[in-house]
């Protein structure tokens, strides 16, 4: 069995070192509790900044091979023995992203630049990042073949279809989300969550996604972080505002037989899915 932990915390102090530490003891304790893999929310190191457009926060963005808070989590890794994807503002040269590295008993194993990027009241994320270029790539990992997306990317079956394809038998998404300001009265949780219920479903894998909690600016974060199995079914959860960690037991061994046995990636006919790489596919005439 392999033990997964999702964090939750908020995260809205302005300096970084105190959402940092609040982070790093959170994963100490889910490590010392038997977490081998742990699941952070996305962007950890400062509040959500993306509600506004403000070029001061540029200053934040650092190049993924001298990233501190990546090599701070990597050697963390090393000690304890843990697989963690580490969420960060990259600059990469004149260009920024919103990325993560997965970090691995001491290694670095890879990084995933966030492909689909939001652009609303609220979430103005392509005033800073562009969209990620690094594709879809499963990493092995010693517990388990793992993909990493962000945020909005759940949202999308292309990207848990993707990842599954190249080996992934657990999804990780690190996440930021919350209230809408545009629409005070739209309680997005439940969509949330059960987008990426199917996507384990329809994949045969396990699913992870770690929320922040607390109130930012305009904007509630609703926590909710949790874990769920092939089947759907919630293994572990946090509610909407406490600060912890949750833990879930995976047996990967059974999940491959029961990946193997329904046939999903058997019976798949890619000959028929042209219509997925076209952004046109409304019909003139």
Same mark, same amino acid.
């Given at each position: 069995?392999?033990?997964?932990?999702?964090?939750?915390?908020?995260?809205?102090?302005?300096?970084?070192?105190?959402?940092?530490?609040?982070?790093?003891?959170?994963?100490?304790? /889910?490590?010392? /509790?038997?977490?081998?893999?742990?699941?952070?929310?996305?962007?950890?190191?400062?509040?959500?900044?993306?509600?506004?457009?403000d070029e001061s926060w540029f200053e934040y963005a650092k190049?993924?091979?001298?990233?501190?808070? +990546?090599?701070?989590?990597?050697?963390?890794?090393?000690?304890?023995?843990?697989?963690?994807? +580490?969420?960060?503002?990259?600059?990469?040269?004149?260009?920024?992203?919103?990325?993560?590295?997965?970090?691995?008993?001491?290694?670095?194993?890879?990084?995933?630049r966030k492909t689909h990027i939001p652009d609303g009241p609220g979430y103005q994320e392509k005033y800073y990042f562009r969209p990620g270029n690094s594709g879809f790539r499963a990493l092995e990992t010693p517990e388990a073949w793992v993909g990493v997306g962000i945020c909005w990317d759940q949202w999308f079956p292309e990207v848990a279809r993707s990842f599954c394809l190249q080996g992934a038998e657990l999804l990780l998404y690190p996440t930021c989300i919350g209230s809408e300001p545009?629409?005070?009265?739209?309680?997005?949780?439940?969509?949330?969550?059960? +987008?990426?219920?199917?996507?384990?479903?329809?994949?045969?894998? +396990?699913?992870?996604a770690a929320n922040r909690v607390g109130t930012e600016d305009k904007m509630c974060f609703y926590g909710s972080s949790f874990v769920c199995d092939a089947r759907g079914d919630i293994l572990a959860e946090l509610d909407r505002t406490e600060t912890g960690f949750a833990l879930a037991a995976v047996d990967f061994t059974a999940l491959r037989r029961y990946r193997a046995g329904w046939g999903f990636f058997r019976d798949r006919r890619p000959d028929l899915y042209e219509t997925l790489t076209r952004c046109d596919t409304a019909k003139i005439g």
């Open positions: 069995m392999t033990s997964i932990a999702v964090l939750q915390s908020p995260l809205g102090s302005k300096d970084p070192e105190e959402n940092i530490g609040q982070i790093e003891e959170l994963t100490i304790q /889910a490590a010392q /509790a038997g977490a081998e893999i742990v699941l952070a929310p996305e962007l950890f190191e400062v509040p959500y900044f993306p509600q506004t457009q190049p993924y091979e001298e990233h501190p808070t +990546v090599e701070r989590f990597r050697m963390l890794s090393e000690r304890y023995r843990f697989t963690l994807p +580490v969420s960060f503002f990259e600059r990469a040269t004149h260009t920024y992203f919103n990325s993560v590295a997965l970090v691995s008993h001491g290694a670095v194993l890879g990084a995933y545009s629409d005070p009265t739209l309680d997005t949780r439940d969509p949330w969550r059960r +987008v990426m219920i199917g996507h384990a479903v329809a994949n045969a894998c +396990v699913v992870a």
